[in-house]
């Protein structure tokens, strides 16, 4: 079993200010840990290259991947920063940051779907799932996850896929640009109410949402995918599985009120994994969205990469 490992320099460069959550030493707290932990030599490290504009324009309209482009590269080239809302803010190095970010999640799809490794796991930033198919917003400027898995229906021919997103907040820009469409069954959990607001009326029946009020714990989070997502993880039989991998339901973690563990992170890890063998040849694609609390973030990573890696605690 392989499991290939995506990260570059270019994400660690983009920087929202002194005091965000989203920080480059979330990528850092990651690095140390599996090399602490060795999970690292596990591992297949990759370096992605760029997205390019049409792999981006799967999932966003035209006009949005060029209006960014320029305004991005606008502020790359006069050396300055600019919020695009109050917590999204691009420095000199967002714009390569974000195309790193969608290009490992397209790379990493690639390489699985060549058979090259099993699975793999993109630990990138900015992270994507509040990436509209028209906005940026919530710390996201494209949807990585969203951009692979058009990638896999459109350039690979897949029929079905599945997109999973167990973060705190609800994938609000992944529906966006999913929703209608119906060979992605996307299956999510996420507090409500919580930021941004979204999810509790789903916009689509390609929509498994599940809203869960603040400081549920793990166990009765593990009785809900049980109940809501396996069975139509299973009927719908995904050809391949895209994880929006946050780890801020984590009850360490101060953005949500969630009360996940490590070990609830390796549970739902394992009936994901459980869904890929069944029916999609294993293949798993997972990309970084949230998770702020260092310790926790690394923590849960490595519960996440172990059953991924398929390496024993
Ligand atoms: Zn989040």
Redesign the pocket.
């Known amino acids: 079993m392989s499991t290939a490992f995506f990260s570059h320099p270019d994400c660690h460069a983009h920087d929202m200010g002194a005091g965000h959550p989203e920080c480059p030493q979330r990528l850092d707290a990651i690095a140390d840990h599996l090399l602490a932990t060795g999970l690292d030599i596990a591992l297949e490290h990759h370096e992605p290259p760029l997205a390019t504009l049409e792999q981006l324009q799967r999932a966003h309209s035209v006009q949005y991947v060029m209006e960014l482009k320029d305004l991005l590269e606008r502020v790359r080239d006069e050396g300055t920063t600019k919020a695009l809302d109050p917590d999204t803010i691009a420095n000199p190095h967002t714009w390569r940051a974000a195309l790193r970010a969608a290009g490992a999640a397209v790379a990493a799809t690639d390489a699985v779907l060549a058979g090259r490794v099993d699975n793999a796991f993109c630990a990138v930033r900015p992270p994507g799932h509040h990436a509209t198919r028209d906005q940026t917003m919530g710390f996201c400027f494209f949807n990585n996850v969203a951009v692979a898995a058009r990638h896999a229906l459109d350039v690979h021919g897949l029929e079905r896929v599945a997109i999973v997103d167990f973060?705190?907040?609800h994938g609000n820009g992944t529906e966006d640009i999913v929703a209608g469409d119906e060979r992605v069954l996307m299956a999510s959990f996420f507090q409500h109410p919580l930021y941004p607001g979204t999810g509790a009326v789903p916009m689509g029946t390609n929509m498994v949402n599940v809203p869960i009020p603040p400081y549920t714990r793990g166990a009765e989070i593990r009785e809900l995918i049980e109940q809501m997502w396996m069975p139509r993880l299973n009927e719908f039989r995904p050809q391949m599985v895209f994880v929006s991998a946050?780890f801020?339901a984590h009850r360490e973690d101060d953005?949500?009120q969630l009360g996940l563990v490590e070990a609830d992170y390796e549970w739902i890890t394992r009936r994901i994994k459980d869904v890929a063998d069944r029916h999609a040849g294993g293949r798993i694609v997972s990309c970084l969205?949230?998770g702020y609390n260092l310790s926790a973030l690394a923590r849960s990573v490595a519960a996440h990469l172990r059953v991924l890696a398929g390496v024993a605690a």
Do not use: I
């Open positions: 973060d705190v907040h946050g801020d953005l949500g969205e949230g």
